[in-house]
């Protein structure tokens, strides 16, 4: 499993809704007036370090803060930092993320369902993210990426503990 590594930096567009293969693609942006554009059916986490992001889908937009955490699913998302700011994002399509939800045995563990959330991001969270970004910025081994990755998905699926519970007391939502 390799990374692609995206850096962008100030007034450089960077869109991945081209990108149809099967890796995970870790952004790196800096600087002022960035745009991100991710296409619909990725999976995507992004992070502010500093500065507040413009989150816009093609229904609503927000405001994510630094140190907010947010995970997005199935529409596309164009992530733009007016001001100076610094983020971080990985994503892929859902078969991308796949292969790390497996588990031993070849199940699929709960932290399959990755829901749409936004909240503070946990400190072991945000390493874990920053080591990732760093190792996609050269070559590294299979071998390094996927525990890593499955590190991130342990503590995301912690992460969201509190969106499981209340999802299981939802009568009109599934796991899916």
């Known amino acids: 499993m390799h990374l692609q590594h995206h850096k962008s930096a100030s007034h450089t567009p960077l869109d991945l809704s081209a990108s149809d293969d099967l890796r995970l693609h870790v952004v790196e942006a800096s600087g002022r007036n960035l745009q991100v554009d991710t296409p619909a059916r990725w999976i995507t986490l992004w992070l502010p370090l500093s500065g507040t992001v413009e989150m816009e889908t093609p229904q609503c937009s927000w405001m994510l803060p630094p140190r907010t955490l ?13 001001r100076g700011c610094w983020l971080l994002g990985i994503g892929g399509c859902a078969a991308a993320w796949h292969r790390h939800l497996r588990g031993d045995g070849g199940l699929v563990h709960r ?16 390493r ?16 390094q990426v996927q525990p ?18 209340q999802l299981d007391r939802c009568s009109g939502r599934t796991h899916q």
């Open 148 to 165: 890593a990755v499955a590190a991130l998905l342990a503590e995301l699926a912690a992460w969201q503990v509190g969106v499981r519970a």
């Open 111 to 126: 932290e399959a369902g990755m829901f749409l959330h936004e909240d503070a991001c946990p400190r072991a969270l945000r």
């Open 70 to 82: 947010l995970l997005w699913r199935d529409q596309a998302l164009r992530a733009t930092g007016l």
């Open 128 to 143: 874990l993210l920053v080591r990732i970004v760093r190792m996609s910025r050269q070559p590294v081994a299979t071998t």
